[in-house]
């Protein structure tokens, strides 16, 4: 299969992102930087990414949160969040709603893209900071097994 890339990312609705908020990446776009103040919802892209994928964000898990809080605190209750990713390859475009009543679904029921979900959700997509923190602080055995675990042999 062809290299997948990102072309486009719009948020709504989601964390810190109230309004459609798009990223698009040029063609040739390896990579991206975000500057904004503390609370600008910088943030809320990756986090969008991850649950996008994996219907979760782990650090929130861990600190306590829960689905409600991947909704915008200002988004009325009637309204769902949206997140939509556009990639190179346009049949494995997709709009993923989280229903304020309940659920989430996709707008692509394509086989092949449900095939390309699961694959890309077992991968380790978003590295936090502290994360690479974790990983920096750890012993030579300890991150041995952590480099195990991400190239598959742990």
Same mark, same amino acid.
Request: net charge negative.
């Given at each position: 299969?062809?290299?997948?890339?990102?072309?486009? #990312?719009? $948020?709504?609705?989601?964390?810190?992102?109230?309004?459609? !908020?798009?990223?698009?990446?040029?063609?040739?776009? /390896?990579?991206?930087?975000?500057?904004? +103040?503390?609370?600008?919802?910088?943030?809320?892209?990756?986090?969008?990414?991850?649950?996008?994928?994996?219907?979760?964000?782990?650090?929130? &898990?861990?600190?306590?949160? &829960?689905?409600?809080?991947?909704?915008?605190?200002? #988004?009325?209750?009637?309204?769902?969040?949206? $997140?939509?990713?556009?990639?190179? #390859?346009?049949?494995? +475009?997709? !709009?993923? $709603?989280? /229903?304020?009543?309940? &659920?989430?679904?996709?707008?692509?029921?394509?086989? /092949?893209?449900?095939?390309?979900?699961?694959?890309?959700?077992?991968?380790?997509?978003?590295?936090?900071?502290? !994360?690479?923190?974790?990983? $920096?602080?750890? &012993? /030579? !055995?300890?991150?041995?097994?952590?480099?195990?675990?991400?190239?598959?042999?742990?």
């Amino acid at each position: 299969m062809k290299e997948i890339k990102l072309s486009k #990312l719009v $948020v709504e609705g989601f964390r810190g992102i109230l309004e459609p !908020t798009p990223l698009d990446f040029e063609k040739d776009c /390896k990579s991206i930087v975000l500057f904004g +103040n503390n609370g600008d919802g910088k943030s809320s892209f990756s986090e969008a990414i991850e649950w996008y994928f994996t219907d979760r964000i782990d650090y929130l &898990g861990r600190e306590g949160c &829960g689905r409600e809080d991947y909704f915008n605190k200002a #988004l009325p209750t009637t309204e769902d969040a949206i $997140v939509e990713l556009q990639l190179n #390859l346009p049949e494995l +475009n997709s !709009t993923k $709603v989280l /229903k304020r009543k309940g &659920g989430r679904e996709f707008s692509n029921e394509d086989p /092949k893209f449900e095939w390309i979900l699961t694959k890309i959700a077992n991968e380790s997509i978003i590295l936090r900071h502290d !994360t690479m923190r974790e990983f $920096v602080d750890m &012993g /030579k !055995t300890d991150k041995l097994e952590e480099v195990e675990k991400i190239i598959g042999f742990g």
